[in-house]
């Protein structure tokens, strides 16, 4: 991040405060439909042409160490195994045994030599081959060769990992760009998942990606927390290619006094950011990252149904090698500052999908600010097909003029 970015930064930042509406080229927005929260058939084609299609992450390098060692998701269309392999290669398999579909893995994370079937014991190995089958003189023309765990495209960027059901999907970078050049300091900084875990949300997988699309809500949600650090009205958005988009906001000097400042820098992580700009990446369709130089989590939401959202909360930290953590005290403090924070976002989701649910408010009305909201709409119809999107919920790409086409340099 040079010179030249922060100088086109600020000169955006300022018009964005300047402005006293949106630019005039900018559309008159009609209200998002509400089935799109609610409607059953529309959640089925969001998971089959956006979570089937999508790259969707998966996992960290740091969380599968060594041959054997192994990670489960969740995925909408069900469990995925990550797995390590003797030749150091991260694979992907659905957790379902070829035999009767029992799992091959029931932890959430570990380490095993073979991944053995908790039913009858049908044994693979690291690449998904099927090596043992108890009495297989019972199964007639069994071929094992054609019994392997099902694999899933796996492949990485920096030290992530990321899956796709999609065998015509193209390549990893060119789905995550220009997300992926925006974000190579930080893909090629040496990392560590510092803290993981999941928090169920009962409200539609949307309405709680969209709490953190837009910073309006910070001074009446955050008032005390967020709402102190940040130039809001400064805000800078840029909408991407393929769903991706991004949000700069300045960051108010002298607002930072809390423990982070002690945090080890991330190697390679500009420390202008989130010292003079707060930058949350969203790479579509469910992961959003506000970056901070002295560590960062994701947010990865992962739809359970059409009313019940995972959020998995990930957080990377620099990565201290052989030693100690350190700072645990110091983390444990952050990390709970922000679970306040997340509380204050939790606070509206449920009462907003029983809204939508009672079609209490007619329809959901989106502002210049908070136009990332459009983008993702926009974009799972892109993925889904016009024409297959019932014509009430149809969500038009008013805003493909506003794509950014080239990547901004970072
Ligand atoms: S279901 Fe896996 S061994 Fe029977
Ligand atoms: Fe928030």
Same mark, same amino acid.
Request: charged content about 25%; hydrophobic content about 45%.
């Given at each position: 991040?040079d010179?030249?970015y922060?100088?086109?930064?600020?000169?955006?930042?300022?018009?964005e405060?300047?402005?006293?509406?949106?630019?005039e080229?900018?559309p008159l927005?009609?209200?998002?439909?509400l089935?799109?929260?609610t409607d059953p058939?529309?959640f089925d084609?969001e998971?089959?042409a956006?979570f089937?299609?999508?790259?969707?992450?998966?996992?960290h390098?740091s969380?599968l160490?060594?041959?054997g060692s192994?990670?489960?998701?969740?995925?909408?269309?069900?469990?995925?195994?990550?797995?390590?392999?003797?030749?150091?290669?991260v694979?992907a398999?659905r957790?379902a045994?070829?035999?009767?579909g029992?799992p091959?893995?029931?932890?959430?994370?570990?380490h095993?030599?073979?991944l053995?079937?908790?039913y009858h014991s049908?044994?693979?190995?690291?690449t998904g081959?099927?090596?043992?089958?108890p009495?297989?003189?019972?199964?007639?023309g069994?071929c094992?060769?054609?019994?392997g765990?099902?694999?899933?495209?796996?492949e990485s960027?920096?030290g992530?990992?990321?899956?796709?059901?999609?065998p015509?999907?193209?390549?990893?970078?060119d789905w995550l760009e220009?997300v992926?050049?925006?974000?190579?300091d930080?893909?090629?900084s040496?990392l560590?998942?510092?803290?993981s875990k999941a928090?169920?949300?009962?409200?539609n997988?949307?309405?709680?990606?969209?709490?953190?699309?837009e910073?309006?809500h910070?001074r009446t949600v955050?008032?005390?927390?967020?709402?102190?650090?940040l130039?809001?009205?400064g805000t800078?958005?840029?909408?991407?290619?393929?769903?991706?988009q991004n949000m700069?906001s300045?960051?108010?000097?002298?607002?930072r006094?809390? +423990?982070?400042? #002690?945090l =080890?820098t991330?190697e390679h &992580?500009p420390?202008v950011?989130r010292e003079? @700009?707060?930058a949350? %990446?969203?790479i579509?369709p469910n992961?959003?990252?506000?970056?901070d130089?002295?560590g960062?989590?994701?947010?990865?939401?992962?739809?359970?149904g059409?009313a019940?959202?995972r959020l998995?909360i990930?957080w990377f930290a620099?990565?201290w090698?052989?030693?100690t953590m350190?700072?645990?005290?110091?983390?444990q403090?952050?990390?709970?500052r922000?679970?306040?924070?997340?509380?204050?976002?939790?606070?509206n989701?449920?009462?907003?999908?029983? +809204?939508?649910q #009672?079609? =209490?408010h007619?329809?959901? &009305?989106?502002?210049?600010?908070?136009?990332? @909201?459009w983008?993702? %709409?926009?974009w799972?119809?892109r993925?889904?097909?016009?024409?297959r999107v019932p014509?009430?919920?149809?969500v038009?790409d008013?805003l493909?003029?506003w794509v950014?086409?080239m990547?901004v340099?970072a």
């Open positions: 991040m010179e030249s922060l100088a086109e930064f600020r000169a955006r930042s300022e018009a405060s300047a402005r006293v509406g949106p630019p080229s900018f927005l009609p209200d998002l439909p089935g799109r929260y058939e529309f084609l998971m089959e956006v089937g299609r999508a790259w969707l992450y998966a996992g390098a969380e160490v060594g041959p192994y990670k489960v998701i969740g995925l909408p269309a069900g469990e995925v195994v990550l797995v390590r392999g003797d030749d150091g290669v694979r398999f957790n045994c070829r035999h009767r029992a091959v893995v029931r932890s959430a994370q570990g095993t030599r073979l053995v079937c908790g049908w044994t693979y190995d690291l081959q099927l090596v043992r089958v009495e297989e003189r019972d199964f007639l069994l094992k060769d054609d019994r765990l099902v694999s899933l495209r796996c960027w920096g992530w990992y990321f899956v796709t059901l999609d015509s999907a193209p390549g990893l970078l220009p992926a050049s925006l974000l190579a930080v893909a090629r040496p560590r998942v510092i803290d928090v169920e949300v009962e409200c997988w949307k309405i709680l990606a969209e709490g953190f699309l910073v309006y910070a955050h008032p005390t927390t967020v709402a102190p650090t130039d809001t009205r800078v958005i840029s909408l991407f290619e393929r769903g991706h700069l300045p960051v108010n000097t002298g607002s006094g809390d +423990s982070r400042e #002690s =080890a991330i &992580v420390a950011l003079q @700009i707060q949350a %990446h969203g579509f992961l959003i990252t506000p970056l130089a002295r960062f989590p994701f947010l990865v939401f992962w739809p359970t059409v019940q959202t998995e990930v620099a990565d090698g052989d030693g350190p700072g645990p005290e110091l983390w403090r952050r990390l709970s922000f679970d306040s924070i997340m509380e204050e976002d939790y606070r989701l449920a009462h907003i999908q029983r +809204s939508m #009672s079609a =209490a007619g329809g959901q &009305v989106i502002g210049y600010q908070e136009r990332r @909201i983008h993702l %709409h926009a799972i119809d993925m889904i097909g016009e024409s014509a009430a919920l149809r038009p008013a493909a003029g950014e086409r990547p340099q």
